[in-house]
């Protein structure tokens, strides 16, 4: 079963989860996990879990080279790149690698054959274990604006570096665009992270549109910092019938380990039951066999 | 005129509370433009009570359809294809939300059955705000091109800053360090990083002081909830001590942040408490280092 773990607005507490989670299920013998930390731009998994990196991997995109003894300026390629990265200027092509999305297109019609393809650096891939965590992360490089081609990559990958779990928890990035679609494409239940104010439930219908209208995933919410805040998450979710599947307090005894980089559910053992039974309520949710 | 982009890497620190306290507070003293760079998540017209004035249509890109009536099957779409948006063996038909609009399917199709059709990626609205003028964005949920619906907002506010006298454009940053944020912080004169007093703000401000000057954009940082763990706070003042970036910001963890955001309002109106207090300091720090002087004595008619 692949869960991912998602939220709209930054900082409700993903990673929270994600972490505590995978360590609870794996350390009671519930299920084996691979977690996949797939916020490619700002990972933090890694940062609660003792990670022991086994592989690395770096991920490029091909971006093209022009053979300027070939070119003939014709300006062919800078008419089909629909993302504006290369220019004719004078006679000469200019290419401006941060718009490029590597589909190749500029290659394919060069009518001179002039356009070869060279890799690009994007990030590299991590795998290895956390205890008995299977463990992969994704790490945009500082300056790259593509995080998508860096997660389809981790999921793809993990299936070869990882052993085969029977959970796979997948840590998305904030959001609603492009890079939290990657994240949830084939995942088969989807878990909303929010937190009970205006912005929380703001996002938080946002994310119930593209994981639950347009991906068509089963969807439940979790609501984090319950104590904070207004009513409005509650109302919305009983007036759309979204199941909330746990809501953890306001709890300074959290905010204090998680800042220190411990795990949470390490320093106050009390919420173990509590992910346990929230991974009991997605598995009959989802009809899932395990 | 300046302009300042709000941002912080990791998500949650407080980016918007604090792009919305620094708006109310500058509004009282020069012109402001307000821009909200969010456009995945929007959340600056919530506590800054706009009335819509204009309404637009956003088409970000393209996408790629295929007239089953022409297509003899050949299958060189889904070869060209490089976003998996058309399945290899078919039946060839593009899924919306995988393709990225680059047409190589379009030049390849031997058949000419291809069509690119123009996308509606989202909308973006200019409204007037209890600060000032404020351009916000909504991106239709899974969309493409985040990046150009930013760069539009920005665009759009930079005119009307220009056309409004404006001294300061005031850019609230979405999360992360990748394509929406490069275009939020492309071409500002400060990047204020909002950070918070935990490993994770601590690694991710790091990420995101790195992006702001691979793009050479200066930066100065505000610690949110500081008191939260003070020791990590200091550890945080003195990476940026190390790194040479000012320390701009002190904000105390205080409820009446979040009792602000519940009644829509900025902290800095409904409060005098240590978070207003703290806010009040960040903004006239900010106004005296990183204000142009000419504008703000005199602003353009």
Redesign the interface.
């Known amino acids: 079963m692949r869960i991912a773990i998602a939220s709209?607005?930054?900082?409700?507490g993903k990673?929270l989860l994600a972490t505590g989670l995978a360590r609870v299920l794996t350390d009671s013998h519930k299920a084996s996990v691979s977690l996949l930390d797939c916020?490619v731009?700002?990972p933090?998994d890694h940062?609660?879990l003792a990670v022991e990196v086994e592989q690395v991997e770096t991920v490029s995109l091909p971006v093209p080279r022009i053979d300027a003894q070939r070119c003939k300026a014709c300006g062919r390629c800078a008419q089909?790149c629909?993302?504006h990265a290369l220019a004719l200027v004078r006679d000469k092509v200019l290419f401006f690698p941060?718009l490029c999305?590597?589909?190749?297109?500029c290659v394919?019609?060069c009518p001179e054959h002039a356009i070869a393809e060279v890799a690009r650096p994007l990030g590299r891939l991590e795998f290895g274990r956390a205890g008995e965590i299977a463990f992969g992360q994704g790490v945009?490089e500082?300056?790259?604006?593509?995080?998508t081609p860096l997660i389809r990559g981790l999921k793809e990958r993990a299936a070869e570096h990882l052993p085969e779990c029977a959970l796979t928890l997948l840590d998305a990035?904030?959001?609603?665009?492009?890079?939290?679609?990657e994240t949830l494409r084939g995942a088969d239940y989807a878990i909303l992270v929010t937190e009970p104010?205006?912005?929380g439930l703001?996002?938080l219908q946002?994310?119930v549109?593209?994981a639950g209208?347009?991906?068509g995933i089963p969807i439940g919410v979790v609501v984090n910092r319950v104590g904070?805040?207004?009513r409005g998450v509650e109302e919305y979710c009983r007036a759309t019938a979204l199941p909330i599947l746990l809501r953890l307090p306001f709890d300074r005894r959290i905010?204090?380990a998680?800042?220190?980089?411990k795990l949470w559910v390490d320093a106050l053992p009390e919420y173990r039951g509590e992910l346990l039974w929230l991974y009991e309520r997605v598995v009959e949710l989802t009809g899932a066999l395990l | 005129m300046t302009e300042w982009v709000v941002l912080s890497g990791k998500g949650g620190t407080g980016k918007t509370s604090v792009a919305a306290a620094l708006a109310h507070l500058a509004s009282q003293e020069v012109t402001v433009a307000l821009a909200d760079a969010d456009v995945d998540a929007a959340n600056l017209e919530l506590v800054l009570s706009p009335d819509m004035i204009e309404e637009h249509d956003f088409s970000g890109g393209q996408v790629a359809v295929i007239d089953p009536r022409q297509c003899t099957s050949c299958g060189r779409c889904a070869e060209v294809c490089r976003f998996g948006a058309i399945p290899l063996g078919g039946p060839y038909a593009v899924d919306a939300l995988a393709c990225e609009g680059c047409a190589a399917c379009y030049y390849a199709c031997p058949v000419g059955a291809i069509r690119t059709e123009d996308q509606l990626t989202g909308h973006w609205y200019r409204s007037d705000s209890l600060a000032g003028p404020l351009v916000h964005a909504r991106l239709r949920p899974g969309k493409e091109n985040s990046g150009k619906l930013v760069m539009q907002v920005k665009m759009v506010t930079r005119a009307l800053a220009v056309r409004t006298g404006a001294d300061l454009l005031l850019v609230d940053g979405p999360p992360g360090i990748g394509c929406p944020v490069i275009a939020a912080a492309s071409g500002a004169n400060l990047a204020l990083l909002v950070t918070e007093p935990t490993v994770s703000g601590r690694h991710d401000l790091e990420r995101i002081l790195g992006t702001a000057r691979h793009f050479r954009v200066p930066a100065a940082v505000c610690v949110n909830k500081a008191d939260l763990s003070l020791s990590l706070t200091q550890e945080i003042e003195s990476f940026c001590r190390n790194e040479g970036v000012p320390m701009v910001g002190r904000v105390p963890f205080d409820e009446a942040v979040v009792r602000a955001l519940v009644n829509r309002r900025p902290v800095t109106m409904t409060s005098s408490g240590p978070a207003a207090e703290a806010l009040v300091g960040l903004w006239r720090n900010l106004r005296d280092e990183y204000l142009v002087e000419e504008r703000r004595a005199e602003p353009a008619a």
């Open positions: 709209g607005k930054g900082g409700t990673t916020d731009e700002e933090n940062l609660f089909v629909a993302f941060q999305h590597s589909c190749g297109s394919l019609q945009l500082v300056g790259q604006a593509m995080a990035p904030p959001g609603n665009a492009c890079p939290v679609v104010t205006p912005f703001h996002d946002i994310a549109e593209l209208r347009e991906l904070l805040g207004d905010a204090e998680y800042a220190h980089g």
